[in-house]
């Protein structure tokens, strides 16, 4: 079992940026993909980015080329870079290590 805990989140301009953090409660060595996802009210959760432990990234359409997963392993710790934010990548903001969840945490990119 592992927690996972958000922080980072805020209100930011448009065209700002913003770096999330997701701390885990135990070493992130062993597993091999972690990820983020966000929510907007009314919407189904979707993908944003994954790592692999290898380093592997994967990234929706609408982030890639402004948005940058990476993992410090010896922190247990994952990020997520977001630059050139839109008003559209508003939202609550995940990030999960199967079939772990954790609680959220508020982005929201005014016009």
């Known amino acids: 079992q592992v927690q996972l805990v958000e922080s980072g989140g805020g209100l930011v301009q448009a065209g700002g940026s913003l770096r999330l953090s997701c701390a885990a409660s135990?070493?992130?060595?062993?597993?091999?993909?972690m990820g983020w996802y966000r929510q907007t009210p009314g919407k189904q959760r979707e993908f944003v980015a994954s790592?692999?432990?290898?380093?592997?990234?994967n990234y929706a359409d609408s982030v890639k080329g402004r948005f940058t997963i990476s993992r410090d392993n010896a922190k247990n710790t994952v990020y997520l870079q977001m630059n050139s934010l839109k008003p559209e990548d508003t939202g609550v903001y995940y990030c999960?290590?199967?079939?772990?969840w954790g609680q959220g945490t508020q982005v929201t990119v005014s016009s």
């Open positions: 135990r070493s992130i060595f062993s597993i091999n993909v």
């Open positions: 790592i692999t432990v290898g380093g592997n990234t």
């Open positions: 999960k290590s199967t079939p772990y």
